[in-house]
């Protein structure tokens, strides 16, 4: 549930869900959101800009000559949550090449965890991710958790370009670069698989908020040769 | 018959299609983008007589040099800018913002550059042949996305104007009162609390000083360093326009239209709405001072900067 509702500036709604970061109080924060896209579709609610689903937190932005922050807290602080209703959620799988040419940091994360390539590696493809946003960049997600065995700090020094479809870790998170952009995560491999399309004007973004992620590894015959 | 088209003799340091942005997608990361002088935008396209969400040419610092061809048009310029219009018997005439113009084909628009400001706009009568791209003609850059295949304008591309037959505009002009002081107006952060005491004095006494680090996505600012005492990181979540961010290094960022849609450094304050055109077209250099206001304050100057542009806008009609 919202914990507290304040304001972020003169135009956004900032919901704090606690400062615990786990898939339960993630969901929450997914559930306000589609509950408030809702009303906007059907019109029930007026000078929504944007929303904003983060791991703990719910960013709501307005257009000020519209609505205001008293008028809208009080619409957000009664808003009542079937938990019952959950939006119908993907499992998606992503191919990943950890060939040494993609795996940008694996030397230096297997000194820094102690443990074997392969190590990293069963470890990283064992598991199921969740994903808590998706952003920063177009169509970037955040996933979780990582194994505790495999989590490490980013960079010192981030990359000032990352290639695009890297896949990193940090701490108990991973993430898949839809873009090439600056970067300071600990890059373990690379997707041939379009995370984010602007041509596909329905659905963009592969990979969104409350969705269920599995990688699985691919050959480098099969990463130059994919075909989405 | 070719339609009527601008060729782009020289692109000028970022010149894009920008319009009032694309909302209802910043939970897929895709930032809001749109003409960063929200007041300035409106009314080029209201000098024009176009609708106030028509499509319209941003340009920073140094402007385009533009070629018309194919046709004739009525345009104008918004901004504090310096521009030519050359006639394509070679006569050079100095333009003025805030006047419409009629421009022959085989004229060329020479926008040499921005005054004291970073930004300026052009808008011609009836928009630009373009299509929107999530309800939006806005381009943004990092993201490849709207006209142009959401690239910035180069050199030899052309620009096409929808024409609808021309029709010469009467005398349309605005009397704008450049006025500036350097004070920018912010409500506390979410985060104010992570930074001493001597550093939420600091950033309201001391100036800060805007870097050459500047571009659509957000403003650097350089100062006296402002301490954290509680983590120069917290979890990454939702950010706006007007955040001012904190980095571990002390030095406040200012995010601008396109800046990413979450992030994960200490959010110090926010500048208000009425203040976001101000703080967008400033200069490398320029010291800026902050300054707190309440949330009711910010709203009541809010409908103070609505009412002075719909006060232009009305000289128009």
């Known amino acids: 549930m919202i914990k507290n509702i304040s304001n972020l500036g003169d135009a956004a709604i900032y919901c704090d869900f606690g400062s615990e970061v786990n898939e339960s109080v993630n969901s929450n924060v997914i559930n306000y959101h589609h509950h408030i896209s809702k009303l906007i579709e059907e019109e029930k609610i007026d000078g929504i800009k944007n929303i904003t689903p983060s791991y703990n937190k719910l960013i709501i932005s307005f257009d000020l000559s519209v609505t205001n922050f008293l008028n809208l807290k009080e619409i957000i602080k009664n808003i009542k949550i079937d938990t019952n209703t959950k939006e119908p959620k993907k499992n998606i799988k992503i191919p990943v090449c950890c060939d040494d040419e993609y795996a940008l940091d694996f030397e230096r994360l297997s000194k820094k965890l102690n443990i074997s390539k392969n190590e990293i590696l069963d470890s990283y493809f064992e598991k199921d991710y969740y994903c808590y946003m998706t952003g920063f960049i177009a169509g970037m997600p955040f996933l979780g958790d990582l194994d505790d065995k495999i989590r490490c700090n980013r960079l010192e020094t981030p990359r000032v370009k990352v290639p695009v479809g890297s896949v990193g870790i940090t701490e108990q998170f991973a993430n898949i670069y839809s873009y090439e952009s600056p970067g300071g995560w600990n890059i373990v491999g690379n997707t041939p698989k379009k995370i984010f399309d602007k041509l596909n004007l329905k659905n963009p973004a592969l990979i969104k908020p409350g969705d269920k992620v599995m990688f699985y590894q691919i050959s480098k015959k099969e990463y130059l040769n994919w075909n989405d | ?317």
């Open chain 2, 1 to 317: 018959m070719t339609k009527a088209y601008f060729e782009i003799l020289r692109p000028g340091v970022n010149t894009t299609i920008q319009d009032n942005g694309r909302d209802h997608l910043y939970h897929i990361g895709i930032t809001v983008s749109g003409a960063i002088d929200q007041r300035n935008y409106k009314l080029v396209n209201s000098i024009v007589k176009n609708n106030l969400d028509e499509a319209v040419i941003e340009f920073a610092y140094q402007g385009p040099l533009l070629r018309l061809r194919n046709g004739k048009i009525n345009f104008a310029i918004t901004g504090d800018i310096f521009f030519n219009i050359i006639k394509e018997n070679s006569k050079i005439e100095e333009g003025k913002c805030y006047q419409n113009y009629v421009l022959n084909s085989g004229d060329q628009i020479d926008i040499i550059s921005t005054k004291k400001t970073a930004y300026g706009y052009l808008a011609v009568n009836g928009g630009f042949t373009l299509e929107k791209t999530w309800k939006s003609y806005s381009i943004n850059t990092k993201a490849e996305i709207g006209p142009n295949n959401g690239k910035k304008y180069s050199i030899n591309e052309k620009i096409f104007i929808k024409e609808d037959g021309f029709k010469e505009l009467k005398e349309r002009s605005i009397n704008f009162k450049k006025s500036f002081n350097n004070v920018v107006k912010v409500i506390k952060g979410t985060n104010f609390n992570y930074f001493s005491d001597k550093a939420k004095n600091i950033f309201f006494k001391e100036l800060y000083s805007v870097t050459g680090l500047v571009d659509r996505m957000g403003m650097r600012l350089d100062g006296v360093n402002l301490e954290n005492i509680v983590n120069t990181n917290i979890k990454s979540e939702g950010l706006v326009r007007g955040v001012i961010q904190v980095p571990a290094d002390g030095k406040p960022i200012i995010l601008l239209s396109d800046h990413g849609t979450i992030g994960g450094y200490p959010k110090i304050a926010t500048v208000i709405s009425a203040d976001l055109d101000k703080v967008a077209q400033l200069i490398p250099g320029t010291k800026i001072q902050f300054e707190e206001v309440s949330l009711e304050e910010a709203e009541k100057l809010f409908k103070d900067y609505c009412n002075e542009t719909n006060k232009y806008l009305n000289e128009l009609s």
